[in-house]
């Protein structure tokens, strides 16, 4: 009799139990993320080790601000063919340029419009660059290979020749050997020309921009003077 009476308490207990349990959240264990992807939440009272450094949520920040470059514009150019063509009908000359040649030179602060064939073999000599003439062709080319053409003879002097025009000279020497006048006189000249001293003859071969050959000679001819007595 007395287990009929209990039956229905235990059934109501047993039912609001169970309402309990459906009602209340699933707690995340200890360090786990509640959404995929989240970072990780240190759980209370979790003490960090010696030496590390603090936890940081969310995205790491920049350890300082961005580096910047200063970027510094180069020296003014123009276009080398429209300024060979004005200056070859001004001059009658023709111009013949190497494929390799840069399009674009720079004028060392001249204006283009005021820039005359004796001008502008000083403009290319700025610009490492260097004119031949070849059978009334100006043939533009890098300094460095004007020893391989054939450079016009200068004898004697001429005010007409312009100063950074390439010539070629022989020296005949009386009073001293020419192959000691080679060692001085070397250090003169710039890479791109050529000296030699030719000992059967006592001569020098001399190739160099016009102005330069002309301060050689005059070098030369003050140095060969016969011995003092």
Do not use: C
């Not at 349990?21 to 959404?35: N, W, Y």
């Not at 010539?167 to 006048?181: D, G, H, K, P, S």
């Amino acid at each position: 009799m007395r287990i009929r009476h209990l039956a229905p308490l235990l059934l109501a207990l047993a039912t609001l139990s169970a309402l309990g349990q459906e009602r209340a959240p699933a707690q995340p264990p200890p360090g786990a993320s509640a959404q995929p992807g989240a970072p990780a939440q240190p759980s209370p009272g979790a003490s960090a080790q010696p030496g590390a450094p603090p936890a940081t949520v969310g995205p790491a920040t920049p350890a300082g601000p961005p580096q910047s470059f200063i970027v510094y514009p180069g020296p003014p150019t123009v276009a080398l063919e429209p300024l060979l063509q004005r200056i070859g009908r001004a001059a009658n000359k023709k111009f013949l340029v190497a494929s390799y040649i840069p399009p674009q030179i720079y004028l060392g602060g001249v204006d283009a419009g005021d820039v005359t064939y004796p001008l502008l073999l000083s403009i290319l000599r700025a610009n490492a660059l260097a004119v031949v003439d070849i059978e009334g062709r100006l043939n533009v080319i890098p300094e460095s290979q004007v020893r391989n053409y054939p450079v016009p003879f200068a004898s004697n002097d001429d005010n007409n020749i312009p100063a950074d025009e390439w010539r070629t000279r022989l020296l005949q020497l009386t009073n001293v050997e020419a192959a000691q006048i080679v060692p001085i006189v070397r250090p003169l000249l710039p890479p791109s020309a050529h000296l030699a001293a030719f000992p059967p003859s006592n001569q020098l071969v001399i190739v160099d921009r016009y102005a330069n050959l002309k301060r050689i000679t005059e070098i030369v001819r003050a140095l060969d003077k016969p011995p003092a007595r």
